[in-house]
């Protein structure tokens, strides 16, 4: 079973740039996730999406980032204009029940290393 | 508001020992909890799943337990190896609720 995918893997950008990133969950997962994890902390989460419509977005910067998922299957992240504090690792995870449905285990893809100079 | 703590921030141990990781958590209310494996430069890899109806999860050299009314939660590895060198992340959730996560563990275990 392929793995949830990401690209790109490494961006670097200046700030007040524009970025954007993709992922591409496991076959047949409903639920897709976008983390932002700063060096030395846990991933936190940015917007949780059910097949495409969105469960929960309280922790997006809303004034810089959006995100999309098309046809409830590929996502795309994108910030505009980058700030400094926005360099992190930005994670994507599937899973596939979203709800409080038994064992609703999430599979993370390989990141996106976001540095803003 | 739920807040997930890990202690000791950094450890480092000889190969061969056993060692335990610790986890705390504020609301004890939670759905499941869940021990990841984070390499550097790459993604979180799952271990260990503990529903909140369990007391403990074993895969391997590795054992996690859960101790809701405590807000507790410990992984065990045993005879450490060189490749278990990695950071360590538990993350809580509550029903349908986003997972929160620990800032980890860095482990290193030398040879």
């Known amino acids: 079973e392929a793995g949830v995918a990401q690209s790109p893997r490494y961006k670097i950008i200046e700030k007040r740039q524009s970025v954007a990133f993709w992922c591409n969950p496991i076959s047949g997962h409903a639920t897709l996730y976008w983390y932002q994890q700063i060096l030395g902390q846990g991933p936190k989460l940015l917007i949780q999406f059910q097949n495409n419509g969105v469960v929960d977005d309280s922790q997006l910067p809303k004034d810089r980032f959006s995100a999309e998922r098309l046809k409830g299957v590929d996502s795309t992240l994108k910030i505009q204009p980058a700030k400094l504090e926005d360099s992190a690792v930005y994670l994507c995870?599937?899973?596939?029940?979203?709800?409080?449905?038994?064992?609703?285990?999430?599979?993370f893809g390989p990141g996106t290393r976001l540095t803003v100079l | 508001k739920q807040e997930v703590t890990q202690i000791p921030a950094a450890l480092s141990v000889p190969e061969g020992e056993n060692l335990v990781l610790n986890c705390s958590f504020t609301?004890?209310?939670?759905?499941?909890l869940q021990w990841f494996r984070q390499d550097p430069g790459k993604g979180l890899t799952s271990l260990l799943l503990i529903q909140s109806s369990q007391r403990e999860q074993t895969s391997g050299r590795l054992n996690a337990s859960l101790d809701k009314s405590s807000g507790r939660s410990t992984l065990y590895i045993a005879a450490s190896q060189p490749g278990d060198s990695a950071t360590y992340l538990c993350a809580v959730k509550k029903g349908a609720q986003k997972l929160v996560f620990g800032q980890g563990t860095r482990l290193t275990i030398n040879p």
């Open positions: 609301d004890s209310a939670i759905y499941n």
């Open positions: 995870a599937s899973s596939y029940i979203g709800t409080s449905g038994i064992r609703n285990e999430q599979f």
